[in-house]
């Protein structure tokens, strides 16, 4: 299966600065047809998660632009501009390339 | 709007079965790939299954734990998706979410249900 690693599990962050989740597969994401099926959800306290970011870099439809995704191959990168405070929550990559399907182990953003 | 309703949640012994549902609204439900992810109680998500349209062949992926135990199918006529459990243990307690794949994997979840496998 590939393992996808997330850093940091745990993010403090003041409102207003950026911030920044890593996560990393265990191999290469990059699917038959040319496309790499890593997305970032978003998981809000009592709340059901939410897709953010669709084959790396794509944002959903109503996620704030503050929100970005990048990267390549088996390193990506999921970016908030200036954290609010509804940004609060579990944040997780996963990778729809490779059955079974596989999450990384979440990263809980807080505010400072 | 798309809307995902999970039904069928609740308690069950070890060894049990359930049944779970998932009505959907507000899309071409026979056009979509479906999932179910489950989270266990103060854990992560974890991907239990999936199945394909039927124009792309309906087949099913789980994943290992749940192999052999729980089956994916779907009812396009009532735009209906389920999921049986069998063989229940205390490690399939968790909230089961059900899924839309919309330009990629987990594009729209439900609320979610609830499965409580306890003596």
């Known amino acids: 299966d590939v393992v996808m690693t997330q850093s940091p599990l745990s993010l403090p962050v003041t409102l207003g600065q950026p911030a920044s989740i890593s996560c990393r597969s265990s191999?290469?994401?990059?699917?038959?047809?040319?496309?790499?099926?890593l997305n970032w959800f978003q998981q809000r306290p009592g709340q059901s998660p939410r897709r953010l970011i669709h084959?790396?870099?794509n944002r959903d439809s109503g996620v704030p632009d503050r929100f970005s995704g990048s990267g390549s191959g088996t390193d990506f990168t999921l970016k908030i501009s200036r954290v609010e405070a509804e940004d609060v929550g579990v944040y997780y990559c996963?990778?729809?390339?490779?059955?079974?399907?596989?999450f990384g182990q979440g990263t809980k953003v807080e505010i400072k | 709007e798309v809307q995902l309703v999970e039904s069928g949640g609740g308690l069950v012994k070890p060894g049990g079965s359930l049944r779970l549902s998932c009505a959907a609204s507000?899309?071409?439900?026979?056009?979509?790939?479906m999932s179910w992810v489950r989270q266990a109680p103060g854990k992560g998500l974890e991907w239990v299954g999936h199945?394909?349209?039927?124009?792309?062949?309906?087949?099913?992926e789980y994943a290992a734990p749940v192999k052999g135990r729980f089956t994916i199918s779907r009812d396009d006529s009532k735009d209906t998706l389920h999921l049986q459990m069998n063989s229940l243990t205390s490690d399939d307690t968790a909230v089961y979410y059900c899924?839309?794949?919309?330009?990629?994997?987990?594009?729209?979840w439900g609320q979610g249900t609830l499965v409580t496998v306890s003596s």
């Open positions: 191999q290469s994401l990059v699917f038959s047809d040319g496309y790499t099926y």
């Open positions: 996963m990778q729809g390339t490779h059955w079974p399907w596989t």
């Open positions: 084959k790396v870099s």
């Open positions: 899924c839309r794949g919309y330009t990629g994997p987990l594009a729209y």
């Open positions: 199945i394909k349209s039927k124009t792309d062949g309906g087949t099913t």
């Open positions: 507000g899309f071409t439900f026979s056009n979509a790939w």
